[in-house]
């Protein structure tokens, strides 16, 4: 299993698409994982146990997820997976539960602004996972 973690972003593609290619070489299937902030609970009030809540937020997850499904387009098996929490903790958790071959992440997804203040996912990953990581970078074509 191949672990990618998808926000939307142009990264995420690009790294959806190393990963595609790693999972045809190596007959492997991949988990893409998107990751919904807990964080707005907090703020608003929410139980976090509403089912509701909850419902949307898979929902969210599910929509982010569309394009990225668009470019396997049946070339490798895979199943799609929404998570809530801190990005680099529920990507290395997930990773860790499947046993993955490796993450596949892209180098940057909310930008530099959000990274600076928040904190890179792709550097919180790369801390924390047990297997192997490939950042891809911004850059590559």
């Known amino acids: 299993m191949i672990i990618v973690p998808v926000d939307g972003s142009s990264h995420a593609l690009k790294a959806v698409e190393t990963a595609v290619e790693m999972a045809e070489k190596y007959t492997e299937a991949l988990l893409m994982l998107n990751v919904q902030p807990e964080k707005e609970k907090l703020f608003s009030g929410e ?8 419902a949307e937020k898979e929902a969210k997850g599910q929509e982010v ?3 990225a499904a668009d470019l396997v ?4 098996p895979f199943v799609q997976k929404v998570r809530i929490g801190t990005p680099s903790i529920q990507i290395t958790d997930e990773a860790a539960e499947q046993k993955a071959r490796c ?9 530099p ?3 600076a203040i928040l904190g890179s996912v792709s550097y919180g990953v790369l801390h924390l996972a047990q297997c192997p990581v490939m950042v891809v970078p911004d850059n590559m074509n």
Do not use: A, C
């Open 47 to 54: 139980d976090p146990g509403d089912e509701r809540w909850l």
């Open 113 to 115: 602004f959000v990274s």
């Open 103 to 111: 993450i596949v992440i892209g180098s940057r997804g909310n930008g």
């Open 73 to 76: 387009n049946d070339r490798v």
């Open 65 to 67: 997820m569309k394009s």
